[in-house]
């Protein structure tokens, strides 16, 4: 019932609207929602795929940045441990500094991925070489023949200081984070991020105690990593077309990131570490700032998260990734990656899919009216010629050009013209022999009363 009472309703409202409109509006519409649907679950399905192309790609980009790392942070320690076999072996001696600078030469050429090589003992020497950003080498030893002030050299091919380049006064290693952390913990530990002693860089250092026999402290040997390779590293990685990534402590400073600008500012030739909400570029503050709102506090990130935040009403992917190694390392790496990266293309498929759907309401209603008219126009002939017809102009009925146009139609409208001009000529010929019928009963009623007229006469 309910459905009948609709068809109903419907069937009586349309009968109110011209047939033209019925003819062009529905087909339209039509056509619209079929291009509009398409369009809507295109987009969709793009953004799903979006959606999920992105985890992918912050799950891969984060996989890499970690075992880069892994890689990258193990090696010094591995280096440390055979320093300290052949220390405790008798290889080397490191009470001969000569030797001692040579062996680090030969071992920091092996290992490229170390910045510096060194020893520091309880006795306040020290013997190191470190590789430049050049990748020259240069020796440094500091012990009671040099005052134990900090002198750098150039050293030979084998190693051996040859000329003096620079002098620093009262250096104790002793007192640096990298020698001061491994002592207090007693086993192989990373130091805090420092400055170096000389030059504005900031470094970790893979540190290791070393102890004689009677297990009294030597001293520490101790690898360096710059946070500048780390730096090099992360900026070399294609993250989409604007994405970054950055590593940060739990304290929320930066070790490094993908810009070519340094985790540190330089103030008065001193380097100094920047948090990274302070950072110039805008996705890595914003990120940082957004996991700080988020969690309030770094340290509560245990696990990886996958998330998203905007800026400027833009939508941004974001993926945090716990990193430790066990023995102290404890940092977070981000990945952000806008989502207009992603949905630049879908964007503009959005926009073409837009345009199709009006052009295609355009010519809908176009094509609606074309079709109207070729199928209203003669049907609203035929209704003027039916008025003509009843009010008796059969003449204007037969000789409408544009009628006889329609006769000729082989369609059902054609159809149609060719009954309704077979029924007007009939229709004429009734009316016609109607007519003749009449006058011939007039003119015999009238040859009848003319008689009776008469035998009237002649009766009266």
């Known amino acids: 019932m309910p459905i009948k009472y609709l068809t109903d309703s419907i069937l009586k409202m349309s009968g ?22 398409t369009g809507w679950l295109s987009l969709r399905n793009g953004q799903r795929a979006v959606n999920d192309v992105a985890a992918q790609l912050r799950a891969e980009v984060t996989s890499r940045i970690q075992q880069h790392i892994h890689s990258y942070i193990e090696t010094p320690h591995q280096v440390n441990q055979l320093n300290v076999d052949a220390i405790r072996l008798g290889i080397l001696n490191v009470q001969d500094e000569v030797t001692l600078g040579k062996y680090f030469s030969k071992q920091i050429k092996t290992f490229d991925k170390i910045s510096y090589i060194q020893f520091g003992s309880e006795q306040k020497t020290f013997t190191g070489v470190e590789r430049l950003d050049d990748g020259k080498l240069q020796a440094r030893i500091s012990n009671k023949s040099t005052g134990y002030n900090f002198y750098s050299y150039s050293p030979s091919d084998s190693g051996e200081p040859t000329k003096l380049l620079k002098i620093t006064p009262n250096f104790d290693p002793r007192i640096r984070p990298w020698y001061t952390a491994p002592v207090l913990a007693k086993k192989p530990v990373w130091s805090k991020i420092y400055t170096y002693f000389d030059v504005p860089k900031l470094a970790i250092t893979a540190a290791q105690p070393v102890y004689d026999g009677r297990n009294k402290l030597i001293g520490v040997v101790a690898c360096d990593l710059l946070l500048s390779q780390i730096n090099q590293f992360l900026d070399s990685l294609k993250i989409g077309k604007f994405g970054e990534t950055f590593i940060v402590e739990r304290s929320g400073k930066l070790v490094a990131n993908s810009t070519p600008d340094p985790a540190f500012i330089v103030s008065n030739g001193v380097a100094k570490r920047i948090a990274a909400t302070s950072s110039k570029n805008t996705l890595i503050r914003s990120s940082a700032r957004y996991l700080t709102q988020r969690f309030g506090d770094l340290g509560k990130i245990d696990s990886t998260y996958q ?154």
């Open 16 to 37: 109110k609207v011209p047939i033209r409109i019925i003819l062009v509006v529905p087909f339209a519409l039509q056509t619209f929602a079929a291009v509009g649907l």
């Open 307 to 460: 998330l998203d935040f905007t800026i400027g009403g833009e939508r941004q992917f974001l993926q945090v990734t716990p990193l430790s190694d066990g023995r102290g390392l404890d940092w977070l790496i981000v990945v952000a990656v806008p989502e207009a990266d992603f949905m630049e293309k879908i964007n503009k498929n959005t926009r073409y899919t837009v345009l199709l759907c009006l052009g295609a309401l355009v010519l809908a209603t176009l094509l609606g009216y074309l079709t109207s008219r070729w199928i209203v126009g003669p049907i609203q002939r035929l209704s003027k010629a039916a008025e003509a017809l009843s009010r008796g102009e059969w003449d204007s009925t037969a000789l409408d050009a544009r009628l006889m146009a329609s006769v000729e139609r082989s369609d059902e409208v054609g159809v149609l013209a060719r009954s309704f001009n077979r029924m007007a000529g009939q229709l004429e010929e009734s009316f016609t022999t109607l007519e003749e019928r009449v006058e011939s009963a007039i003119a015999d009623k009238t040859k009848l009363i003319s008689s009776l007229k008469k035998s009237q006469q002649k009766l009266a």
